[in-house]
Each structure stands twice: as C-alpha cells, then as structure tokens.
C-alpha cells in the first residue's frame, strides 16, 4: 500500500465513527419521521398508511393557526428584544464607566436554566402575591394589575418577555463583537465630515452590523417557533385553554397526550419546512447585498 493510500485510509478511519453516529442519530431520524407523518400510528400498534392526510389536518385545524399566532407573537416579541440588544450593545462599547461589569450583568440570564428561570417568573407573575402585581399596589398603580398567566390577551406577551430577558445578554454579545471589529478610521472620517452620531451610527454602524442584525433575526425565529418551555411549565400546557399553545407544545401534546403520532410528526416536518423556507429567503438576501457590494466595486 501506498503512502498516500494509507494516508488516505487513516483520514477515512477517523470519519467513519463520527459520519456513523451521524447517519444513526440524525439522518435515520430524519428519514423515520418524514415516514411516520404519512401514517396513522398511536405507538404501539403497527402503523396504517394514511398518505396526506395528517398534513391535511394540519393545514385545517384551528389549534394549529392559534398556535403559530403565539408564535409571532414570541417572534415580534423578540425582536423587539434583539433592538434593545443592539441599543445596550451600543451603550456598552462606548466609554462608560464599569462597561465590562454592565455585560457581565446583562449576560448572566443566558447561562441561566431555562426551567430556573420560568419557574422564578412564575413567582413574580403569581397574581395576589406575585412581586409584579405587589409592586404595582405599592406605587399605587393597581390599575395595571394582570393576571399575567391566566389572561388570553396577555398570557404570550407575558412569556414571551421571559424569553427576551434571557436572550437579550447574548444578542447583545455578538453584536458588541461586530462592533468592535468597525475600523475606527470611518467614525473619524465622518467625524471630519461634520457627521454627528446619528449619521455615523445610520450610515457607518448599520451598514456594518446588517449580517448580524439578520442572523440575529434567524436566531428569534428559530427560537420562537421552537419554543416549549415557558408555555409547557407556566401556564398548565398552553393554557387558558389554547391561549398560549406553541405550534411545538402541540405537536408534543399530540404526541404523548392523545398517542397521535402520525399527526406529531406531520407537525415536525412542517416546522422543519417552514424553518428552511426562512432560512432560504435569508441566504438569499444576504447574496444578493453581496453582489450588489461587488457590482459597486
């Protein structure tokens, strides 16, 4: 055998454990689910193939249109959060006295457990004695007293935030490292020019920052359609009544509750869908803004 055979046969050895666990762990997964969601199958019993049919149901039922409504909602929330990033991630890389502990502090939620944190907003959600309302009382604002958990036209909102709270330190991050990396040549030059902050931040900032702003965006969307924990926990599986049922703790509930398996993972493959679609469409406009880049070059 040859050198560079033999080369070749350890390089191949190597990848052979980890393309394995691979094929076993996510692309035979992938494979059952896309079957199963053409099935009617409670688990136990053999499976019946029922073609189309669980997509149908899917397309047509109304809990599943009341659950995507809750997830824009977490996804507009969200990004209402990643602006709040951008603002203290602006803040932050300026010259503010004792910047690096404010980071610390904003970032510390992210490293938090996600059931910790829901089940601490639980308490200060609780609606006689939770600190929220308690606070209110105090300042003498019982008017905007909610029941946080309970309430249809609050309850998404509600955990939504909680959600936010523990993200905001990370887009924050990530975006603090993009603007680092601005040369500080271009502040200066428009600074020569007569630009003031606005401008500068307009013209110089945003442009810079737009990829990351964009991944950003991906990151809340994948995140809110994926969301579980905080409805799963807080609010007794998507209560009240299917107020704050996610298109995930639906599939879940369909799943384990009613052994509706075939439906659930219908289910998952159209978020898988609808996860690529969005990741498409971002692929997309980020080529076509680095064309245009070359185009004007």
């Given at each position: 055998m040859?050198?560079q055979?033999?080369?070749?046969v350890?390089?191949?050895?190597?990848?052979?454990v980890p393309l394995a666990?691979?094929?076993?762990f996510?692309?035979?997964?992938?494979?059952?689910?896309?079957?199963l969601?053409?099935?009617?199958?409670?688990?136990l019993d053999g499976?019946?193939?029922i073609g189309?049919?669980?997509?149908?149901e899917?397309?047509q039922s109304?809990e599943?249109?009341v659950?995507?409504r809750n997830?824009?909602?977490y996804?507009?929330?969200g990004l209402?959060g990643?602006?709040?990033s951008?603002f203290?991630?602006?803040?932050l890389?300026?010259k503010?006295?004792f910047a690096?502990?404010?980071?610390?502090?904003?970032?510390?939620?992210?490293?938090?457990?996600?059931?910790?944190?829901?089940f601490?907003?639980g308490?200060?959600?609780?609606?006689e004695?939770?600190?929220?309302n308690?606070?209110l009382?105090a300042?003498?604002l019982?008017f905007?007293?909610?029941?946080?958990?309970?309430d249809a036209?609050v309850?998404?909102?509600?955990l939504?935030?909680?959600?936010?709270?523990?993200t905001?330190g990370?887009?924050?991050?990530?975006l603090?490292a993009?603007l680092?990396?601005?040369?500080e040549d271009?502040?200066e030059?428009?600074?020569?020019?007569?630009?003031?902050?606005?401008?500068s931040?307009?013209?110089?900032t945003?442009?810079?920052?737009?990829?990351?702003?964009?991944?950003s965006?991906?990151?809340?969307?994948?995140?809110s359609?994926?969301?579980f924990e905080q409805?799963f926990?807080?609010?007794?599986?998507?209560g009240?009544?299917?107020?704050?049922?996610t298109?995930?703790?639906?599939?879940?509930h369909?799943?384990?509750?009613?052994s509706?398996?075939?439906?659930?993972s219908a289910?998952?493959?159209?978020l898988?869908a609808i996860?690529l679609?969005?990741?498409?469409?971002?692929h997309?406009?980020?080529?076509?803004k680095?064309d245009?880049?070359?185009?004007?070059k």
């Amino acid at each position: 055998m040859s050198l560079q055979m033999k080369k070749r046969v350890f390089v191949s050895s190597f990848l052979l454990v980890p393309l394995a666990l691979y094929a076993m762990f996510v692309l035979y997964p992938t494979f059952k689910l896309f079957q199963l969601s053409f099935t009617d199958w409670n688990g136990l019993d053999g499976a019946k193939w029922i073609g189309l049919d669980n997509y149908r149901e899917v397309v047509q039922s109304r809990e599943v249109w009341v659950s995507l409504r809750n997830n824009l909602i977490y996804f507009l929330t969200g990004l209402v959060g990643v602006a709040f990033s951008l603002f203290l991630a602006v803040l932050l890389t300026g010259k503010l006295r004792f910047a690096k502990g404010f980071r610390s502090i904003v970032f510390a939620p992210f490293i938090l457990n996600a059931t910790a944190v829901s089940f601490m907003f639980g308490f200060l959600y609780e609606t006689e004695s939770g600190a929220i309302n308690v606070a209110l009382r105090a300042l003498g604002l019982g008017f905007l007293e909610q029941r946080w958990l309970s309430d249809a036209s609050v309850v998404n909102v509600s955990l939504a935030l909680i959600v936010v709270w523990k993200t905001v330190g990370f887009y924050m991050v990530i975006l603090i490292a993009t603007l680092q990396s601005i040369p500080e040549d271009l502040y200066e030059a428009a600074v020569i020019d007569g630009a003031g902050k606005w401008q500068s931040f307009r013209f110089i900032t945003l442009p810079c920052i737009s990829d990351i702003v964009k991944l950003s965006v991906f990151l809340v969307f994948t995140g809110s359609v994926q969301t579980f924990e905080q409805p799963f926990l807080l609010t007794g599986q998507g209560g009240p009544g299917y107020a704050s049922m996610t298109f995930a703790l639906y599939s879940v509930h369909e799943a384990f509750q009613f052994s509706r398996y075939g439906l659930a993972s219908a289910m998952a493959v159209v978020l898988i869908a609808i996860v690529l679609v969005v990741q498409l469409t971002q692929h997309i406009l980020v080529r076509e803004k680095g064309d245009n880049h070359e185009d004007f070059k």
